[in-house]
């Protein structure tokens, strides 16, 4: 079963949504404001760049190497499909989000 009707939106899914969508972007911006106070000049754009890349989806590489590692492969590929459709959604907001930072 293939195409967007397959997406699954079970515990373990929103877990790493949130982490790929909420918890990494928010890890890479106190690593940026950390280091801005301990003297790093970090420039707006770059700024912005890492924080926009951090929410990033899943790498689409990602069912095949489940497959090498005998892992669970349908999961992986929920996760990559899952997270591609909504970075749609996501990156407006992080946008709007990390605008100061300019």
């Given at each position: 079963d293939a195409g967007l009707k397959a997406i699954r939106f079970d515990r373990d899914t929103i877990v790493a949504l949130i982490g790929r969508f909420v918890i990494a972007p928010a890890l890479?911006?106190?690593?940026?404001?950390?280091?801005?106070?301990?003297?790093?000049?970090?420039?707006?754009?770059?700024?912005?760049?890492?924080?926009i890349q951090a929410a990033a989806p899943g790498l689409a590489v990602l069912p095949i190497l489940a497959t090498e590692a005998h892992a669970d492969v349908e999961y992986a590929t929920n996760v990559v499909t899952t997270s591609t459709v909504l970075f749609v959604v996501v990156v407006p907001i992080l946008m709007?989000?990390?605008?100061?930072?300019?």
């Open positions: 890479i911006a106190g690593l940026i404001l950390l280091g801005m106070h301990a003297g790093f000049n970090v420039p707006g754009l770059e700024a912005q760049t890492l924080i709007m989000l990390v605008q100061g930072l300019a």
